[in-house]
């Protein structure tokens, strides 16, 4: 992976993985009434639509660019470190984005009606839940880049 490849690859997992720690904090926060609820699950909708996924389309493309496509002779852990990648971009636009987008609405509604909707502690789960596979997977895949590039690991040997 040549520098300017890298670095766009630190920025992408700078975004994806820095806009999930900020959603927590802003969930954490927005629980104490349910305008601010509303206001917590619009900031996370948002930073989803405009970080999260931006980061990680960005770190995908880095990493497909850093190993040229993924060559048939790309050590092992490189695929799993791609099948990660791979993994985490489908659980987020399958299964967390729509999760915060159904929360959002919920949480609007909630406001609107003056007591938190049926649907809205499912839809959080859900979110919370898939989205700590991401967390972990992505973190995984991480330390797989560090490790080999510490260990001096080239592709296509």
Wanted: aromatic share 10%.
């Amino acid at each position: 992976m040549n520098k300017l490849t890298r670095y766009f690859h630190l920025i992408g997992m700078t975004l994806f993985l820095g806009s999930i720690f900020t959603f927590i904090v802003a969930s954490s926060l927005g629980s104490a009434s349910l305008p601010e609820l509303h206001f917590a699950r619009k900031l996370i909708l948002c930073g989803t639509r405009f970080l999260t996924l931006p980061g990680l389309f960005l770190t995908l493309i880095s990493g497909a660019l850093g190993i040229k496509g993924m060559r048939r002779d790309a050590p092992r852990i490189l695929k799993l470190k791609a099948a990660l990648g791979i993994l985490i971009f489908l659980n987020t636009l399958f299964i967390i984005y729509p999760a915060v987008v159904q929360a959002t609405e919920l949480a609007r509604l909630s406001n609107e009606a003056g007591q938190l909707l049926d649907g809205y502690k499912k839809a959080y789960f859900i979110e919370s839940s898939a989205g700590a596979f991401n967390v972990l997977a992505a973190l995984t895949a991480a330390a797989i880049g560090v490790r080999r590039r510490n260990a001096g690991w080239q592709v296509g040997k």
